[in-house]
Each structure stands twice: as C-alpha cells, then as structure tokens.
C-alpha cells in the first residue's frame, strides 16, 4: 500500500500524516517534467505534473487497475484535458492517474506490482507534447496531492526566483514594489510571481510555498502541496482553505498575502521555497538549494 509523504500545513510546516516513504518512483525515468502541480493554467492550477516523454510508464507503487483506456477508447474521443488514461488504486483511497497517453496495456489481471508497465507515453487529450500527464488523488480527503511530496523529488540545486511583487489596493490598483517605496496606509492584497528555475532545460516551475510577513508577523502562506475539493469548489490553503480562483486570479502571478498597514515603516518580506528547501526544512542546504528571500522596505502614509 502506497504510503503518502504529505506536508499539512493546517498543523504546521513539518507536520507528516505519514512518514516518508520512498520506496515508489516516477513512471519513467527519462522523463522530463514541462510543468508542475499547482502551476497556473489560464487562472486554474494543474493537479498534477506533466511530462515530455517517449516509451512505457510503470505504476509507481503496486495497486489494482481500476480504469484503463486507450487513445482508441470512447472516454478518450470525449474534449477531456485527460484523454485516454490508465487510474490504479492503491488502497487506503489513493488513486494514482496516468493521462494524455497514448495507449494503456490491456491487464488480464487488476493487480500490478510497483515498476510493472501499465502504459505507453504519447498525446491524446489536451497534450501538445508526447508525453504523459501524473496526478495523485486522495479520496478520503476528497484532495488532489502534489506528486512531489509522495515521489522522491527531481534533482534541483538552483533556488527559485522572484519575478515581481506587486500590492492590489482597495480600488484594485496594481502597486509595483520595484518602483515605490511609499504607500497609503491601508488593506493591502500581495501579488506574488515567482518560479521554481531547476537544473536542467525544464521551463520554470511553479514553487512550493510562498511566504509573507510583515514585520515579521505572517501574513500569508500559500502552500502548493494539496488542492481541495469542497461543494464542487477546487480551495488551496493559504491561512485556511481558499477558492483556488481568488488565488489565481492574476496568472502569471499568485494572491499570496493581504495586509494592513498602519502608518509609519515597515518591513515586508517574501520567501519562496522549493521542494529540496522544504524537504530539508531549512532555509540554506549545501546543494544550494534554498529559499528565496526579498526585502521591501517601506513608508506608509
């Protein structure tokens, strides 16, 4: 039985619900990940990570095939962002999903071993790339799981990037802090864009977490770890559960904060973590991969 790593913030930063267990992989090894869990797709976050890949896919912990379908299969014809897909069930309500591929192997029986080939890599569904597409569901939390808190995480020794910082005042006006230093005194929304740059050739990342405070008080942690599924209403948390389309409602970049400021100065501070930082629990590891820290001074009027 698949044993999940999952960080839950509801209790605290290094808060397990089980221990780390990393007997299981991902299903190829030559893959190379396009995009991740969380990353923000015309205002809505993916579930899972997507992948440019050639050959078979393995199943990643051992379970019972509980849905296979080819590119030929009828559900693979319907406008689905999954095409054809191969869901395994590994017990204790979690559901492994390999999507967009080209074809699934017809199984006489149900149960695979972890390794086992259950698909072959290729583009069916909203794919523009041959490849595949992994998302983990959580049915007894009714929650979809960054792939990268069960599965060991991919090499990175590079700390994200902070693109910009931006305020939204209460008469929605952008504030770029690359360019102002003084402020109204106010409510304050934090529009953070930021991206996780890894080793090799991959695009930018979306990040782990992003961290706000202010004066060194929190004002905000935005946690791309799980995605809830609450009344037919996708949330994510951030100080609580939140609707996923308040926090993605400026793409490229995320709602990670809101703020009152009083008169007088402050210290706003943004850090934003990757899956190594956040593994280590620490802000700096030997590899070099860290946290990402910015500093924005300001007067407020």
Not at 146 to 162: G, K
Not at 234 to 250: H, K, T
Request: charged share 20%; aromatic share 8%; net charge neutral.
């Amino acid at each position: 039985m698949i044993r999940l790593f999952i960080l839950l913030p509801l209790l605290c930063a290094s808060a397990l619900r089980a221990p780390a267990v990393f007997a299981i992989d991902w299903p190829s090894k030559d893959a190379v990940m396009i995009s991740n869990f969380g990353a923000s797709d015309i205002g809505r976050p993916a579930l899972g990570d997507t992948f440019r890949a050639e050959g078979t896919l393995s199943a990643i912990e051992k379970g019972e095939i509980i849905f296979s379908g080819g590119a030929t299969a009828p559900a693979a014809r319907f406008t689905s962002p999954l095409g054809a897909m191969t869901v395994l069930d590994h017990g204790d309500g979690i559901m492994s999903i390999y999507s967009r591929i080209e074809a699934a192997r017809p199984a006489p029986q149900n149960l695979v071993s972890a390794g086992e080939v259950i698909a072959k890599a290729g583009v069916s569904g909203w794919s523009k790339t041959n490849g595949f597409y992994l998302s983990i569901f959580d049915r007894k939390d009714r929650r979809w799981v960054n792939p990268s808190l069960v599965i060991p995480a991919l090499p990175d020794t590079r700390p994200p990037v902070i693109r910009s910082v931006k305020l939204k005042n209460s008469e929605n006006q952008m504030i770029d802090l690359a360019a102002v230093r003084v402020v109204k005194q106010g409510v304050y929304t934090i529009i953070v864009h930021a991206e996780d740059i890894t080793d090799n050739v991959n695009p930018p990342l979306m990040p782990m977490r992003i961290i706000c405070s202010v004066n060194g008080v929190e004002a905000g942690v935005l946690a791309f770890e799980t995605f809830s599924a609450r009344d037919g209403v996708l949330m994510m948390f951030r100080n609580g559960l939140m609707p996923v389309s308040q926090i993605y409602a400026y793409p490229p970049a995320v709602e990670a904060g809101v703020v009152f400021f009083s008169r007088g100065q402050v210290t706003l501070e943004i850090i934003v973590q990757d899956i190594a930082a956040l593994l280590s629990s620490s802000t700096t590891q030997p590899d070099g991969s860290n946290s990402r820290r910015a500093f924005y001074r300001l007067f407020i009027e």
